[in-house]
């Protein structure tokens, strides 16, 4: 896992959510963000075994509008796939 991995929450009250790793804090954690209730600014803490890597963001430095673009493109991709 790395940043700028687009990842999925299995675990706690945000599970099933899309987030951006931010950053890798340690062997154990990363630290994500969504663009709207996970701010850049105060990303959260997560173990990497509550995550599932889903996809890469390609963004190198993103902002808070372009995490939550590419999250919500992913999203919507996801769903196309899903109904085919």
């Known amino acids: 896992m790395e940043a700028g991995d687009i990842v999925l929450s299995r ?18 954690f990363v630290l994500i963000a969504d663009g709207k ?8 803490l997560k173990r990497i075994k509550h995550l599932r890597v ?3 963001s390609e ?3 993103p902002t808070n509008a372009e995490i939550s673009k590419r999250i919500k ?12």
């Open 11 to 28: 675990a706690g009250h945000d599970s099933g959510r899309a987030f951006v790793v931010t950053s890798v804090v340690s062997e154990g």
């Open 37 to 44: 209730s996970r701010k850049i600014e105060a990303p959260k």
């Open 54 to 56: 889903v996809g890469k």
């Open 59 to 61: 963004l190198d430095s």
């Open 73 to 84: 493109k992913f999203t919507a991709e996801r769903r196309l796939y899903a109904e085919k």
